[in-house]
Structure formats: structure tokens, C-alpha cells
């Protein structure tokens, strides 16, 4: 039994995963997120941003809204043949098969009802008011829609998209209540102040290469990639960190989870026949650069021609 910030005591299950790696679940080792309202003053949100490298912020979009997205993704979902046969859409009964891996991932990035919940007008003007003038948005949505099985490697955003400025932060946003079980977002605490441990890490680039290494003509040519994982073991990690490993209860539709470039996180392996469905997006001052991967009516993202090579 451990307690959550503004209810009951949660009863977890058993064992909880991340890569197959079961966690400690004592009190010092895990807990769960603070949550925070997009009502508080702006001030009180920075220096909550500031502290623990994350917001979660609570009932930020009606359910209704929510609802009509996992509407229109389980319905495609169900039109590709990923759901079980009979079952209902909205249920996202996984069968078997995985839908893949964000930049593969067959769902459509031009969903009008997608594309007006995760860049409409509550957000942006959320992250206007939060970074203090005009805010730009990523074109890419990264579709997280994970079946039975692993969860994602753990990782800083940074090493995917620190072209542009670092000023720049995440939304994951469950699309469907998300149970301990069936795998949501999962940060260790503190990580985002552990800059002079994590300096190696963070100073890469996955479509960056060395120049002067045996194997640079694999990376430039597409053959090779660091996938920029920082670790397969969320155990001895945290060991050499500190820091619990911090999920929600429960992820709830209308709950959005903003958070910065250098905070340490992955997800829980899915124990559920379900889908766990989710999307992360990212948010910016206009007037700051932009990692051009990212933007455009077809970004490029991780292709080979975004490969760039110096001496290390
Ligand atoms: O949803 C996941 O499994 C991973 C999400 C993530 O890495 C992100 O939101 O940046
Ligand atoms: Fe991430």
C-alpha cells in the first residue's frame, strides 16, 4: 500500500515491470507523480516545473473531448485489424500484433480531432501563458499505442530532439484511462537536476555520428543508429541516480503530463490484454529555433538524410 498525493491509499499490484526489469515497490524506490491544476498561478507552475522537472496536470481537457480522439484512433485501430474480433473498438482488445513503434506507427497524424485536442487552443494557450509569448508546436505526433508486453526504454527527450532550443517540453497525453497494470509514464524523480552525471548522455544526438570512428560510414549510410536508450535497467539506474520511480494510479482521461527535456523517463510494461494508447507532442517559444526534424506536412524526423557527422 502506498499513498497518492490527494486520495485514498492505492492497492499496487503485485509486481510492475519497466523492460522486463520488475521495480521495488517500497516507499523509498516508488511512488506517485504530485499533481498539479492549469488554474495555478503561472509563478507557482515554474517553480513546480522547476523542482520536479514535470507537470501533471489533472482534468486539463473535458473527457468528452478525449473520448471522441479514442474514438476515432480505436476505430482505425480496429479498420487496420489490430483489435480482437467481436470485441469492442473502445475496448482496444490487443490480438497479438503490435500496431509499432512511434516513427512507424500507422495512425493518422492528420486526425482533425487529434490535431485539435493536442494543438488546439487550450493548450497553446497553456504553454503561451507558461512560456510567455507565442508558442510553436512540433508537426510530428509520436503515437504510443502499446499492446501486452514492454513498455518504452528509458530515455531523455533531449537526444531525439535538441536541434532547436532546449526551452522545450512534452505532452503525453493518455487517450483511455491508463491502469498501474496496463503501463502509463514512468519518471524518476529528480533526474532532470542530475546534468553533470547525465553530461555523456545528454550531449549526443541520436542521428549524430563520429566522424573519426571505424563504423561511420554504417551510421552515415543508415545501417547503424543509436536508438537512445540511456538504460535497460531501471534497478541499477536508479541506484546510480536516486531518486523513486514515480507513475500515476491511474492515468485519466482529460489528464495531461508536461515535462522538460532532461527528465529521466520510460513506461510501465503493459500486464493487460489491452491496448495502451497514448500520444506526446512538444512545445516551444515561436521565436526560439526549431529542430527541423520535426516540422513540416512530412517531417523528416529520424531519416538518413538527417544523419550529421563531427569528430568525437
Ligand atoms: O508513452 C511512452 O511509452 C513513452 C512516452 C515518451 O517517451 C514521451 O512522452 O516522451
Ligand atoms: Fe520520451
Not at 496496463?182 to 566522424?211: A, I, N, Q
Not at 515561436?286 to 526534424?293: K, L, M, T
Amino acid at each position: 500500500m502506498i499513498s497518492s498525493p490527494a486520495s485514498a491509499p492505492v492497492q499496487l499490484p503485485a509486481q510492475l515491470f519497466a523492460q522486463g526489469v520488475s521495480l521495488d515497490l517500497s516507499p523509498d524506490t516508488f511512488g506517485f507523480l504530485k499533481e498539479s491544476s492549469a488554474d495555478e498561478p503561472v509563478d507557482r507552475l515554474h517553480q513546480q516545473m522547476e523542482e520536479d522537472g514535470y507537470l501533471y496536470l489533472r482534468e486539463f481537457w473535458d473527457r468528452d473531448k478525449v473520448q471522441a480522439v479514442r474514438d476515432s484512433l480505436t476505430g482505425q485501430l480496429a479498420k487496420l485489424g489490430f483489435l480482437k474480433a467481436g470485441t469492442p473498438p473502445n475496448e482496444a482488445r490487443f490480438d497479438g500484433r503490435e500496431v509499432g513503434r512511434a516513427m512507424g506507427n500507422p495512425l493518422n497524424q492528420r486526425d482533425p480531432l487529434l490535431r485539435d485536442l493536442v494543438f488546439g487552443s487550450r493548450i497553446t494557450d497553456f504553454f503561451q501563458s507558461f512560456l510567455g509569448g507565442p508558442v510553436s508546436h512540433f508537426d510530428f505526433i509520436w503515437f504510443r499505442t502499446k499492446g501486452h508486453g514492454l513498455g518504452s526504454a528509458i530515455h531523455c527527450d533531449l537526444v531525439y530532439m535538441g536541434r532547436g532550443t532546449h526551452n522545450l517540453y512534452t505532452t503525453w497525453v493518455p487517450l483511455g484511462d491508463v491502469s498501474l497494470q496496463m503501463g502509463g509514464l514512468l519518471v524518476l524523480e529528480g533526474s532532470h537536476r542530475k546534468g553533470e552525471e547525465l553530461k555523456p548522455y545528454l550531449s549526443r544526438d541520436v542521428d549524430e555520428y563520429c566522424t573519426n570512428r571505424e563504423d561511420a560510414a554504417d551510421y552515415a549510410s543508415g545501417k547503424k543508429w543509436w536508438d537512445g536508450t540511456l538504460s535497460k535497467n531501471a534497478i541499477a539506474l536508479q541506484q546510480s541516480l536516486g531518486g523513486r520511480w514515480l507513475t500515476s494510479p491511474e492515468f485519466r482521461m482529460g489528464d495531461a503530463m508536461m515535462f522538460n527535456m532532461t527528465l529521466v523517463h520510460g513506461s510501465l510494461d503493459n500486464q493487460t490484454d489491452r491496448f495502451r494508447i497514448s500520444t506526446d507532442t512538444r512545445y516551444q517559444l515561436s521565436a526560439e529555433p526549431i529542430d527541423s526534424r520535426w516540422v513540416g506536412d512530412t517531417p523528416p524526423g529520424h531519416a538518413v538524410s538527417q544523419r550529421q557527422g563531427r569528430v568525437c
